[in-house]
């Protein structure tokens, strides 16, 4: 393809008014950067950085809004998780009860090693009661590598609440509507 | 629990070797292929019955899914899910077959009576084939069929996969996945049932999870002979239930687990414990008795989480009692010898390693005058180990012998003898005579002076009729074992074992059987298998050069041991082969 050049007209081929003209867009970010009307430079960490909904930071364990924990202890993030950053100890037949009536169970202890952590949000996807969501935090430090193992008493603190659907409470009341009779429908 | 005599007979029938193919076939067409099947197959007892849909189309290549119906168990045919379109060879009014214009007979697809469009369907697990016959486990209307029975049984069932222990194995989860839909037209509220039900002391019933497919009722009546289980209520509110609450015990009430098609039924034991995707699973044997029952074992970094059944029609078929399904929890123990031991003098045993261990005990048997040593093996080792310490005795001259166990048994597959491999001292001629004849002969010696050395494994001979006062006279005492006891607190040079899960070996059962077992997990500590270090020990008092694999150790015993003539490692295979005993 021959692309054709137009001719310059006599006041391009002048060559200053560009230059002028360019000068002009520096001279114009100069005054705005020292008079402070524009900002270029973050003062991180002093100024927190604002993170855009969807963003893939930290998986935490969230509590449904009653404060229950909403984790079963299904194991389906320990599978997988690409890094094999999740460890969970289930509870056992003796173990403590599920905070909610009626889930049954709940993880005894439950780590996440983000070291490990690639924060690829497979557990999140995988999760089948949004028990565990890939929060806002990105600068994740410690002075030991042991301190980088969150426990689930962090994780949990970490994670704040999130709602939705009780399946297990509705579950609950709807069995106790059958208990009177006649049963409703 | 008092079973009827039956039972006997009946599981003798089900273990017993497959009948050979009866001459008699008849020729059907599964989806669209011609095959031949026998007439008549064995059923659940063994006896030959019909054939059945189900089993034709196994043999054609095609798994026909189903709940109710398990090979073992008497037909119920109450789940439907195996529900296919069949068709028979049309008859003309002269009785005659229909013939198409090429001459092959007409065949007519089952239909329903007043709807000749509508396909009836039969259930293959209960109908029997017909020459002719055409099965198509895979047209439109069998697919149609099985979606309409998945969304039935689906209707009442809780989807709490993510906390249902079956989840991962569930046949519910599989069908659905493979033959089922991803909506329910089913919009009402559930029938909410009784959940974590306290069954008997190793079982969980949760209802709502329950398909009624009947498969304990039916073990726990016909194999177990206990009839603790039954249906009550109505309807869509019909329940599994024992006779009496927390009545369903006996020993066989964890098979009622593993043939539970979904999470109804669970094992306290491993309630919550681990999912079963993470397991790793080891063919294994059961050594809680004699009877050697194959088995499964699932662990976890280097965690046994559970032993489970695998099927061997010549030994257990596809069962085990929960005695020996609950016996693993010692192989983890914390207590476990970790550490090879040497006694100072005057002092307590002290850790020590290999090399030196193994170098002591090298010199001590080399330099002991031929006559002056006992073994004191075990029946609960391997047939390898047994035959390097039965090399050892004849090398040093010594006196060998096992401790007898036995205990009670029972109608189905709990055997009398404790030991798992009794026939296997036996055979490699650590007891040759009647076991344990020949420990108050070392109990003598050790009085008499005579004995100097006496080597023990796995056993704790204090208990039997060596009291400590009578090992303290001996100048060495050699012991390998797995867990401590009064034996390895008093020995000169100790030897961490292994426990079965975590070494390679074999078994002879009380009928002769053969069988090999697979390592699961790793040895804590420096334990090590005691075939390995035998071979090394072997090798240092005899000065022959031994095989270093249990494949060749296996196949030296065989062209040595007259018991174990013609077998070879690899011709074992995962149910092992009889021997003559």
Redesign the interface.
Same mark, same amino acid.
């Given at each position: 393809m021959i692309v054709k050049r137009n001719e310059l007209t006599w006041f391009e081929r002048l060559y200053l008014p560009a230059l002028v003209g360019g000068l002009k867009v520096t001279a114009r970010h100069f005054f705005n950067n020292i008079t402070g009307k524009t900002k270029v430079t973050q003062q991180y960490p002093e100024e927190p950085t604002k993170v855009l909904p969807g963003y893939r930071g930290a998986p935490y364990l969230v509590r449904d809004q009653d404060g229950a924990t909403k984790c079963v202890s299904c194991q389906l993030c320990e599978f997988i998780c690409p890094p094999k950053a999740i460890r969970m100890t289930p509870p056992g037949a003796a173990g403590q009860p599920a905070d909610r009536p009626n889930a049954e169970k709940m993880p005894k202890e439950f780590e996440i090693n983000m070291l490990r952590c690639i924060f690829c949000g497979l557990c999140q996807e995988v999760c089948p009661e949004e028990a565990i969501f890939l929060k806002s935090d990105f600068s994740l430090t410690g002075l030991a590598r042991g301190e980088m193992v969150y426990n689930k008493e962090k994780l949990l603190a970490l994670g704040g609440t999130h709602g939705g659907v009780q399946k297990w409470k509705h579950k609950l009341e709807e069995a106790k509507e059958q208990e009177t009779f006649p049963v409703k429908v | 629990m008092s079973a009827p005599a039956t039972t006997e007979a009946k599981l003798a029938a089900a273990t017993a070797p497959a009948s050979p193919p009866l001459a008699e076939k008849i020729k059907i067409k599964v989806d669209g292929r011609e095959v031949e099947v026998p007439k008549m197959m064995p059923n659940w007892q063994g006896k030959l019955e019909p054939t059945t849909m189900l089993q034709a189309c196994q043999i054609a290549g095609h798994e026909v899914p189903h709940y109710c119906y398990h090979p073992k168990l008497p037909v119920a045919g109450n789940c439907r899910m195996c529900l296919v379109e069949f068709g028979t060879p049309q008859m003309g009014p002269d009785r005659k077959p229909v013939l198409n214009q090429d001459g092959t007979p007409k065949v007519a697809k089952a239909v329903l009576p007043y709807e000749p469009s509508t396909c009836r369907g039969a259930i293959a697990c209960a109908t029997p084939i017909s020459p002719g016959m055409e099965i198509y486990p895979n047209s439109a209307a069998t697919k149609q069929m099985r979606e309409a029975v998945l969304e039935s049984l689906l209707i009442n069932h809780?989807l709490?996969?993510?906390?249902c222990d079956q989840?991962g194995e569930c046949k519910l989860q599989e069908y659905s996945v493979e033959h089922g839909q991803s909506q329910s037209s089913f919009v009402?509220? /559930?029938?909410?049932k009784p /959940?974590?039900v306290d069954l008997g002391p190793r079982i969980v019933l949760d209802d709502e999870r329950c398909i009624l497919c009947t498969r304990c009722i039916r073990f726990t009546k016909d194999i177990a002979g206990d009839d603790a289980l039954g249906i009550v209520n109505r309807g869509s509110y019909n329940t599994i239930a024992a006779w009496k609450p927390g009545a369903f015990d006996n020993n066989y009430t964890l098979n009622t687990v593993d043939i539970c098609p979904v999470g109804a039924l669970t094992s /306290?034991?491993f309630? %919550?414990?681990?999912?079963v995707? %993470?397991m790793k699973e080891t063919k294994s044997l059961c050594t809680s008795c004699g009877t050697g029952c194959n088995i499964i074992v699932g662990s976890r970094e280097e965690k046994i989480y559970r032993y489970e059944p695998r099927q061997n029609d010549a030994v257990n078929a596809c069962w085990m009692c929960d005695h020996g399904r609950l016996n693993y929890k010692w192989i983890g123990r914390g207590d476990r010898l970790k550490k090879c031991g040497v006694r100072g003098a005057g002092c307590g045993v002290t850790d020590s390693d290999w090399s030196t261990v193994l170098k002591g005990v090298s010199e001590t048997l080399a330099k002991a005058p031929h006559g002056s040593t006992a073994i004191v093996a075990s029946a609960r080792q391997t047939n390898e180990e047994l035959f390097l310490l039965k090399k050892l005795a004849t090398k040093l001259g010594a006196l060998t012998d096992s401790v007898p166990r036995t205990g009670q048994g029972d109608h189905l597959l709990v055997d009398e003898d404790k030991n798992p491999n009794s026939n296997g001292a036996r055979l490699t001629g650590i007891a040759f005579t009647e076991m344990g004849i020949n420990l108050p002969k070392i109990a003598e010696g050790i009085a008499a002076g005579r004995i100097k050395t006496l080597i023990v494994f796995g056993e704790d001979v204090t208990r039997h009729g060596l009291d400590p006062s009578l090992l303290a006279r001996l100048d060495t005492l050699i012991v390998s074992d797995i867990l401590p006891n009064r034996t390895t607190a008093l020995a000169h040079y100790l030897l961490p074992g292994c426990a079965h899960a975590e070494k390679r070996g074999t078994f002879t059962n009380t009928k002769g059987r053969v069988q090999k077992f697979m390592k699961a997990v790793e040895a804590p500590g420096d334990a090590r298998p005691e075939w390995e270090f035998l071979h090394e020990l072997m090798h240092n008092v005899t000065g022959q050069n031994g095989f270093s694999t249990i494949e060749g150790l296996f196949n030296q015993m065989a062209a040595e041991v007259p018991g174990f003539a013609g077998l070879e490692w690899a011709k074992l295979g995962e149910t092992g082969v009889t021997v003559q005993i």
């Open positions: - | 809780p709490d996969c993510s906390i989840a009402e509220a /559930k029938v909410h /959940k974590a /306290k034991d309630r %919550f414990q681990m999912r995707w %993470f």
